[in-house]
């Protein structure tokens, strides 16, 4: 074995000597590399700074990353890198980096403002996400007034009205001299229905930034006041006072819009024609007043002028798009296409063009129902949104997607983001009011669609809109109106025609509804027509005639609900039971899971006798849709009508011992005690039925009723109301239901609307006819009307006499009273004498 080497003392000491020397130089090597790195992270920080300084973004990205190479969680590289990522339009990338900036340096405010703008522009969870980070920067720094903004804008996508307003409001509070703060607020106030809060806000506006968009905002404002018009003419004419030449051509047009919507049609030619001067010639004031020509009946020269501006522009996109945009407004959708395609000729980049392309894949998408179509437009749409997800035009596009597929939800998510960055966009405003249309708020979708008229008056399909919200919301006089308006430029549209004559009915008219709808030639008569004839002819009694057209009508459409239910009830009268009976049945079999189908052969089920059958018939229906309220109505009158109260209700009681998770049941159970009069036990299983089943529409509908009735906790009643009214939007007991509530809370005004909707939604002669009437009458009381109160008592009344007039006609005895009748005419007595 080898012995050790041994040191000397001496040697040992040299050893650790260079020991420690080595030791030394390998720090000094480690700390000069760590100096070096430092020192070019900053140089490449340094660069890319001034490359963005330079408006050089993608040169600063490069910078970035090669620092971000040398440190990877260098919180400001990765803040740079996300700013020079916006610049580019690499939106993805810069979303990614800010949300890597926040997570390494929570601190850094500027970071989560911009990452909290990014998701105001998602859904729900975004939403809360936005807050989370607004309220982060407000915790660091509660001066920021644009965390107040973000987290005001978050809490009223997420329906949190009162905390919304309050930090619009703080936020104005934190910048008094920033005009659009002030203007955010106004307008949230405005779209929130307090008008008497909004308008100094709107006239301090104008004050504090006296431009042409204020001035605008404050002459929209005000023009939706008719009474105010001249306050609004003179707000318009200030707006067009202040543009820049910039801002002309839109001023020029937003002016004629609003006088071309009070019919003041040559003062709206005469600015059109001003406008033309004053900008050149700008291609929209050419295409607005071309549509002014094709408006008043001047085709030729509406389209000898857009033909002219394409031909003297042709190596630019723009003429083309507004080709494509004025055949497209016109029905031509082929055409507009390939206006549209020629604009991505000359310039195949175009985002315009691009999504103009999209936009007519949409719509011919729709129509053809062509998902191919859709495929193509949403592949456009994505692209653009990748590169831009703030682009209003992109979002717009998306939204007219959304809604084509049936994503209501995401199309007006879309279309709010689109006007918040273009809230003078008329499209906007009116694809917004056809979403909230079909979401059955018409309340708010009427607003968006008068806004759209405002910025754009001869916006036809806005005017068609606004009419059918009108007859929705039982406003009959301004649907007639509206259509009226339709039909002087374009008297061959039948749905219009189909409608006014609708809404002449509802006002008692039946006679000037039949011209309207005998002006539609016989050979563009659809089932739309004759269903409308038929139900006039059964309104004045004319049973026969009435089944002539019914039958017509029923060709085309042979299992229609609302046709073969207007048909059972004319054959009742006329000795035809057997055959409707038949019809109803053919069509249930050929569709068995049809709820309305199914009951509607149970309820002729029991008009012919047949009472087991029918009723098992309605128990099917219930089951197929427990929301059906016809079918629990239909199956408790007749359980009530057979004497079987104490027995139906037992039955019904064991089978929710049995099942007492089973919210159809506790409801059914309900109607029973409610027929009973037994308030307090149907509202107990009204309330469990709601518990259990959150959309069962009807238990909400009629627990609201009832705790309206006994004046009992009437914020809940409201609640509920809506909530029913939201779920079943058609249904006239839900607009029923709203406004006795309404009533009920000293809101006359607003219930007069939802009364109105629901005598307009029931047939006539439907038992609860005369309630809906008797409402009305007490809300136009309430609301100093007593004339009006006065006619609504007079049709319930008028109905029975009828009743009874056909009861003595066919020589039988006519049926009692309802309940409502005695309280009708005791009305009647202490209302004061008709003026006039």
């Not at 955010?184 to 042409?212: I, M, N, W, Y």
């Not at 009959?476 to 039948?494: F, G, V, Y």
Request: hydrophobic letters at 40%; a negative charge.
């Amino acid at each position: 074995m080898t012995s050790p080497v041994r040191l000397l003392p001496s040697a040992r000491q040299r050893l650790a000597r260079g020991l420690l020397l080595l030791g030394l130089l390998v720090g000094a090597v480690g700390l000069a590399a760590c100096q070096d790195e430092q020192s070019r992270l900053q140089e490449h920080m340094d660069r890319a700074e001034q490359f963005m300084k330079d408006e050089k973004p993608s040169d600063a990205a490069i910078e970035y990353k090669s620092a971000l190479q040398i440190s990877p969680n260098h919180a400001p590289a990765h803040f740079g890198l996300a700013k020079a990522y916006l610049a580019t339009r690499d939106v993805r990338k810069a979303y990614w980096e800010l949300q890597e900036t926040v997570r390494l340096d929570p601190d850094n405010v500027e970071a989560r403002l911009a990452l909290a703008q990014f998701l105001l522009l998602g859904r729900d969870e975004e939403w809360g996400q936005a807050l989370e980070q607004a309220d982060a920067v407000i915790a660091k720094d509660p001066e920021r007034w644009e965390a107040q903004v973000i987290r005001a804008r978050a809490l009223e996508n997420l329906k949190r009205l009162d905390e919304a307003q309050a930090a619009y409001e703080k936020a104005v509070e934190l910048a008094p001299e920033n005009p659009d703060v002030l203007r955010t607020l106004a307008a949230f106030l405005a779209r929130k229905g307090d008008r008497a809060a909004a308008e100094p806000l709107f006239r301090k506006l104008v004050t504090q930034d006296p431009s042409a968009k204020s001035w605008f905002q404050l002459a929209g404002f005000l023009s939706q006041d008719r009474k105010r018009d001249a306050e609004a003419e003179e707000a318009y004419r200030k707006g067009l006072g202040a543009a820049t030449d910039k801002e002309k051509p839109e001023a020029y047009q937003r002016v004629a819009s609003f006088f071309y919507q009070r019919e003041r049609y040559d003062e709206a030619e005469k600015i059109l024609k001003e406008g033309l001067d004053a900008t050149d010639h700008d291609l929209d004031v050419i295409y607005a007043l071309a549509r002014f020509y094709h408006s008043r009946g001047a085709k030729d020269r509406a389209d000898a002028m857009i033909e002219e501006a394409t031909r003297a522009r042709p190596d630019e996109v723009q003429p083309y798009l507004i080709l494509s945009a004025y055949r497209g407004r016109n029905g031509d959708l082929d055409g507009a296409l390939a206006a549209a395609e020629k604009a991505l000729k000359v310039d195949p980049d175009s985002q315009p063009a691009r999504l103009r392309k999209a936009e007519l894949l949409v719509d011919m998408g729709v129509r053809e129902s062509s998902k191919e179509r859709l495929a193509q437009a949403r592949a456009i749409v994505d692209a653009v949104l990748a590169k831009a997800p703030d682009s209003a035009e992109a979002q717009f596009v998306a939204a007219k997607l959304d809604l084509g597929e049936g994503k209501l939800d995401d199309a007006v998510t879309a279309l709010r983001h689109t006007l918040d960055a273009r809230p003078d966009w008329a499209q906007a405003h009116f694809l917004l009011a056809s979403s909230l249309m079909l979401q059955g708020d018409r309340q708010q979708a009427r607003a968006e669609a008068t806004r759209a008229i405002e910025l754009d008056a001869n916006f036809l399909e806005a005017h068609r809109l606004l009419a059918r919200i009108h007859a929705a919301l039982g406003e009959h006089d301004l649907a007639i109106e509206e259509a009226r308006r339709i039909l002087r430029q374009e008297p061959d549209d039948r749905e219009i025609r189909i409608l006014l004559a609708q809404s002449l009915v509802h006002l008692g008219k039946p006679e000037e509804a039949r011209v309207e709808l005998e002006a539609i030639p016989l050979d563009q008569r659809d089932s739309q027509v004759y269903f409308a004839l038929g139900r006039i002819d059964m309104l004045q009694g004319k049973a026969d005639l009435a089944r002539e057209k019914l039958l017509k009508a029923l060709a085309e459409h042979p299992r229609h609900p609302e046709i073969l239910e207007s048909l059972l009830q004319v054959d009742a009268s006329t000795g035809h039971l057997q055959d409707s009976l038949a019809r109803i049945q053919a069509a249930a079999a050929a569709e068995p899971d049809n709820a309305a189908l199914v009951r509607l052969e149970g309820m002729a089920l029991l008009v012919a006798g047949q009472g087991p059958a029918g009723e098992a018939r309605l128990r099917h229906a219930i089951e197929l849709n427990p929301n059906d309220m016809a079918s629990y109505q239909a199956l408790a009158r007749y359980l009530l009508a057979s004497g079987r109260r104490e027995e139906s209700i037992q039955t019904y009681e064991q089978a929710v011992k049995s099942r007492p998770d089973s919210a159809p049941l506790h409801f059914t159970l309900g109607t029973l005690y409610e027929s009973l009069g037994r308030r307090d036990q149907a509202i107990a299983e009204y309330q469990e039925a709601v518990k259990l089943d959150p959309n069962l529409a009807v238990a909400k509908n009629n627990l609201a009723y009832l705790l309206a009735e006994a004046g009992r906790d009437l914020d809940r009643a409201l609640d509920l109301a809506q909530q029913a009214k939201s779920q079943l939007p058609d249904n006239p007991n839900t607009a029923d239901t709203l406004g006795w509530v309404l009533l009920k809370k000293g809101i006359p005004e607003a219930a007069i609307g939802y009364l109105k909707e629901a005598e307009g939604g029931f047939p006539p002669a439907q038992p609860d006819l005369g309630v809906v009437r008797y409402h009305l009458a007490l809300a136009y009381e309430a609301n100093q009307e007593p004339d009006k109160a006065r006619e609504a008592l007079e049709r319930a009344l008028h109905e029975l006499d009828e009743a009874r007039k056909a009861a003595a006609d066919k020589g039988v005895q006519a049926p009692p009273d309802p309940p409502w009748a005695s309280d009708v005419r005791a009305m009647l007595e202490r209302l004061p004498p008709a003026q006039g």
